[in-house]
């Protein structure tokens, strides 16, 4: 019985009882070297392009709730919303500022990437599709819902990336640069924070079951292929990767991403291994509250330099 009325569009509020704390952060990028992961060109460009993929993706996650914040009439959910909104903007802004502050000082080229991000989520996927698509009406909700969907199964992903990056030590052990290793772990542990928001609004709208399976493959195919079609747009920049022209459609990138896994997952999460994790997803009693442990989360927030220096700057 509880099974069947989670698989239908029951429609539900905010499924956690604690409040999602915005926090404001101040990054140093004076000292990071390209190579933020010693002797790791390769790890460390693909960490990197993460900086060129998610602020587009996140502000794009404000604008469509802020716009259907009206829609909410569970109080509890609309302040799990707004805070989500707030620390969503927050993590844009400290990963633009990793892209103009870090890579663009270092001579990276960093537009053709965000160009690419700005038409996917200001364009293809405005509440005009493509900006001048008008959507008639009675689809309007539809379209709403299909993009909530989206952004919920994008958000099961960060909360994966997010433990893996939380609980990783391999890249400490490494001698990684701090300002880097916090940026992850800070924006990781906020992704496990605020896990339940996107799913529990999502299901709150009217948000089915079924569409989560060709939702998660096309996000998943995304997701991945944007990744790793940014992260060798940056490499190819690098005289180090020049014999090996790195590109989306050539197998060297894929081989050396599986063979580095392979060698230690610690290093770079294994490519099948993240499909697998969107199993997790499609099951019908998923529930993102036990996808994570909160109080690891507030552990790491409540030490990140980021957080504190930014506290330091306000007082
Ligand atoms: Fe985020
Ligand atoms: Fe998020």
């Not at 602020?55 to 604008?63: H, V």
């Not at 609004?201 to 096309?218: E, K, N, P």
């Amino acid at each position: 019985m509880k099974l069947l009325s989670r698989i239908k569009n029951s429609k539900i509020g905010s499924s956690i009882q604690y409040s999602i704390k915005p926090r404001k952060v101040k990054f140093e990028w004076k000292d990071t070297p390209i190579d933020w992961i010693p002797n790791q060109p390769f790890i460390s460009y693909f960490i990197n392009e993460i900086n060129m993929i998610l602020p587009a993706g996140e502000f794009w996650f404000c604008r469509l709730y802020n716009k259907v914040l009206p829609q909410i009439t569970d109080e509890k959910l609309k302040e799990d919303v707004r805070a989500f909104i707030r620390q969503e903007a927050m993590h844009a802004q400290a990963h633009n500022s990793a892209n103009k502050e870090y890579l663009t000082i270092r001579n990276i080229d960093v537009e053709r990437n965000l160009k690419l991000m700005d038409l996917l989520f200001t364009k293809v996927l405005a509440d005009k599709p493509l900006t001048f698509i008008p959507v008639p009406g009675p689809l309007e909700h539809q379209w709403d819902l299909f993009r909530l969907g989206i952004i919920a199964t994008v958000e099961h992903m960060t909360c994966v990336l997010g433990k893996y990056v939380l609980y990783n030590k391999k890249w400490e052990e490494l001698g990684a640069d701090a300002n880097m290793l916090d940026l992850v772990k800070w924006h990781g542990a906020e992704e496990i924070e605020h896990r339940t928001v996107a799913f529990d609004l999502y299901r709150h709208l009217g948000g089915g079951y079924i569409s989560r399976y060709y939702q998660s493959l096309l996000v998943i195919a995304a997701v991945i292929g944007l990744w790793v079609d940014g992260a060798a747009h940056i490499m190819r920049q690098d005289p180090r990767f020049a014999d090996k022209k790195p590109a989306l459609y050539k197998p060297w990138i894929w081989r050396e991403w599986v063979r580095i896994a392979q060698t230690d997952n610690r290093l770079m999460p294994h490519p099948l291994w993240l499909v697998s994790q969107q199993l997790g997803y499609l099951m019908p009693w998923y529930d993102p509250v036990h996808e994570a442990k909160t109080e690891d989360a507030i552990a790491y927030l409540d030490k990140s330099p980021a957080a504190k220096r930014a506290l330091l700057k306000v007082a």
